[in-house]
T-cell receptor, first 112, second 117 residues
Framework: GNSVTQMEGPVTLSEEAFLTINCTYTATGYPSLFWYVQYPGEGLQLLLKATKADDKGSNKGFEATYRKETTSFHLEKGSVQVSDSAVYFCALSPSNDYKLSFGAGTTVTVRA | DTEVTQTPKHLVMGMTNKKSLKCEQHMGHRAMYWYKQKAKKPPELMFVYSYEKLSINESVPSRFSPECPNSSLLNLHLHALQPEDSALYLC????????????????FGPGTRLTVT
């Protein structure tokens, strides 16, 4: 079946630190990969996506590259801000299905 | 307009009450979804509507009853809920592809935080 594994949180960082959240997946075929962000008290927002191998998704200073050889889609940001404090979900949609499979979520707290 | 709106933002209801959650989108999307999210967990898919018809019911108890009155609106009718149904209920929408399948790119609303007492 399809599944997503992301690093356990919580992650606590200082402002301007480098952030990496690891995400690996299991899927047949060529899934599309996503990072969603959920700020406190809000719904999910699509942060970035990649639909094929070697694609790089980027948005708001965040980046993730679709690595088929390592079945990974790690999220990175070079310099985090307090406003980046949120829960981050890695997700996939299989090539033959639109259902999203989510990882467990990683809570990130950025301290000033 | 890339927004999905949901009302109410918060809802407290007793186990004998009947209430409804509402969702609206004006992006022209023809697929709409209901998800349930418990605290510190990822969302769980409940229902999917395509072209205003129910296409997926993920074995959700009958005390949850979805309705899609038109292409912009999605309701979730609640009756005789249990305390364990307390959660954040998220609505989402997406395009339908030429194949008739929903696009993988879903847009989420802010959710309704439901408490069942």
């Amino acid at each position: 079946g399809n599944s997503v594994t992301q690093m356990e949180g919580p992650v606590t960082l200082s402002e301007e630190a480098f952030l990496t959240i690891n995400c690996t997946y299991t899927a047949t075929g060529y899934p599309s990969l996503f990072w969603y962000v959920q700020y406190p008290g809000e719904g999910l927002q699509l942060l970035l996506k990649a639909t094929k191998a070697d694609d790089k998704g980027s948005n708001k200073g965040f980046e993730a590259t679709y690595r088929k050889e390592t079945t990974s889609f790690h999220l990175e940001k070079g310099s985090v801000q307090v406003s980046d404090s949120a829960v981050y979900f890695c997700a996939l949609s299989p090539s033959n299905d639109y259902k999203l499979s989510f990882g467990a979520g990683t809570t990130v707290t950025v301290r000033a | 307009d890339t927004e999905v709106t949901q009302t109410p933002k918060h809802l407290v209801m007793g186990m004998t009450n009947k209430k409804s959650l509402k969702c609206e989108q004006h992006m022209g999307h023809r697929a709409m979804y209901w998800y349930k999210q418990k605290a510190k967990k990822p969302p769980e898919l409940m229902f999917v509507y395509s072209y205003e018809k129910l296409s997926i019911n993920e074995s959700v108890p009958s005390r949850f009853s979805p309705e899609c009155p038109n292409s912009s609106l999605l309701n979730l009718h609640l009756h005789a809920l249990q305390p364990e149904d307390s959660a954040l209920y998220l609505c989402a929408s997406s395009r339908l592809l030429s194949s008739g399948h929903p696009s993988y790119e879903q847009y989420f609303g802010p959710g309704t935080r439901l408490t069942v007492t």
